[in-house]
Nanobody, 122 residues
């Protein structure tokens, strides 16, 4: 069993930055991903990282602005969000899957955090 706890959400103005953290209980040596869900919209893939951290994946909408990383010694995955836009506002959740690869389908993840709110004002 893996428990995930996100932190770092908050309110920023457009153009600002936030850094989200996802702390895992026990081992975090799984592919991990960040998803977000805005009110009235479906959950969408934001970024993912392989278990070793050597491969990262991004949604086109965040590429070049967001950076996903991990520190397996701390069992923590991060999402650095720069140049935030109002359309980035959502609840951000981290997820882990107990097989080898990152995928963009949220239904294929086995563990989820509770989510953290990100608000971006224009």
């Amino acid at each position: 069993q893996v428990q995930l706890v996100e932190s770092g959400g908050g309110s920023v103005q457009a153009g600002g930055s936030l850094r989200l953290s996802c702390a895992a209980s026990g081992s975090s040596n799984y592919p991990m991903a960040w998803f977000r869900q805005a009110p009235g919209k479906e959950r969408e893939f934001v970024a993912g990282i392989s278990w070793g951290g050597g491969t990262t994946y991004y949604a086109d909408s965040v590429k070049g602005r967001f950076t996903v990383s991990r520190d397996n010694a701390k069992n923590t995955v991060y999402l650095q969000m720069d140049s935030l836009k109002p359309e980035d506002a959502a609840v951000y959740s981290c997820a882990a899957r107990i097989v080898l690869a990152v995928v963009r389908d949220s239904r294929l993840y086995h563990y989820w955090g509770q989510g953290t709110q990100v608000t971006v004002s224009s």
